[in-house]
């Protein structure tokens, strides 16, 4: 088992409150509406920290047929912009990873515009670390999201407003 992490930061051109309210409040509801190719449904299983959302994928996703990923929420702060979670079943737990946390806050930077700094830290199954080749799909799908909300958001600046 080896540990690691990594880092990503985006400019999104939407305030950190609207992000907030979609990427983190609302996941289930959004991302099978905003990427349908990926997500082919999703939940929220209870309220604030301690729920789980539970995403499942698409054929499309070239995930395995009928996989789907269980996400439990450990921090959720909107003072802060502040979101953690802790992959708990599914995707690739058990098949590459032995664990997954993922963090974002989103950085007001301006009335409409903020950035997400995503944190993701990981245990290996084997004895090596994740390549860049395997991490690359991780982290391309982390700011995917984000860009999806960003643009759905952008499109109808009443949601969330």
């Known amino acids: 088992m ?35 190719d990926f997500f082919s449904k999703a939940e929220r299983i209870g309220e604030g920290v301690g729920a789980v959302n539970v995403f ?8 395995p047929l009928g996989s ?20 708990t079943e599914g995707g690739l737990i058990g098949v590459l990873l032995k664990s997954l ?4 806050v989103f950085v007001p930077s301006g009335a409409d515009s903020c950035i997400a700094k995503i944190k ?22 982390s700011i995917g999201v984000l860009k999806a909300v960003e643009g759905y958001l952008l499109a109808n600046p009443d949601v969330y407003a």
């Not at 929420?73 to 912009?81: G, H, K, P, S």
């Not at 946390?101 to 974002?104: A, I, Q, T």
């Not at 993701?120 to 799908?141: A, F, N, W």
């Open 101 to 104: 946390d993922y963090e974002s």
């Open 120 to 141: 993701m830290e990981y245990e290996t199954l084997g004895d090596k670390d994740l390549s860049e080749e395997e991490l690359k799909p991780i982290r391309d799908g």
């Open 2 to 36: 080896v540990s690691g992490s990594c880092t990503d930061e985006v400019t999104l051109n939407v305030s950190a409150a609207r992000l907030w309210k979609g990427a983190v409040c609302e996941p289930h509801i959004l991302y099978p509406k905003l990427l349908p």
């Open 56 to 63: 499942y994928f698409a054929p499309a996703s070239n995930m």
């Open 68 to 87: 789907f990923n269980k996400n439990k929420i450990v921090v959720l702060d909107e003072a802060t912009y502040t979101f953690k979670n802790t992959a």
